[in-house]
Nanobody
Framework: QVQLVESGGGLVQAGGSLRLSCASSGRLASFERMDWYHQAAGKQRELVAGVTRSGTTNYADSVKGRFTISRDNTQNTVYLQMNSLEPEDTGVYYC?????WGRGIIKDYWGQGTQVTVSS
């Protein structure tokens, strides 16, 4: 089992910055990929940024140039640096990891989410 705990959300004015953290109970090197998802009120959860075990990153078009995903394997923590925040970035941000346990067993794990509110 893997536990993920997000932190770093809060209220910020448009144009401001926040850094989200996702602390994992498992080693980051054991995960196939690590992602941050955004869910606005009344909408589906959407991928914002991800990084694979090999280090390849990908971003939603809406956050390219503003958000950066990074990881610290020594701390087993994944970060999402969010700059130039916009009111549309408001919502709950979830950390997600995918782990291959071998023998065809692949599982997804989610954190509880952290609220980000961007005021205009």
């Amino acid at each position: 089992q893997v536990q993920l705990v997000e932190s770093g959300g809060g209220l910020v004015q448009a144009g401001g910055s926040l850094r989200l953290s996702c602390a994992s109970s498992g080693r980051l090197a054991s995960f196939e990929r690590m992602d941050w998802y955004h869910q606005a009120a009344g909408k589906q959860r959407e991928l914002v940024a991800g990084v694979t075990r090999s280090g390849t990153t990908n971003y939603a078009d809406s956050v390219k140039g503003r958000f950066t995903i990074s990881r610290d394997n020594t701390q087993n923590t994944v970060y999402l640096q969010m700059n130039s925040l916009e009111p549309e970035d408001t919502g709950v941000y979830y950390c997600h990891v995918r782990k291959d346990w071998g023998r065809g067993i692949i599982k997804d794990y989610w954190g509880q989410g952290t609220q980000v509110t961007v005021s205009s």
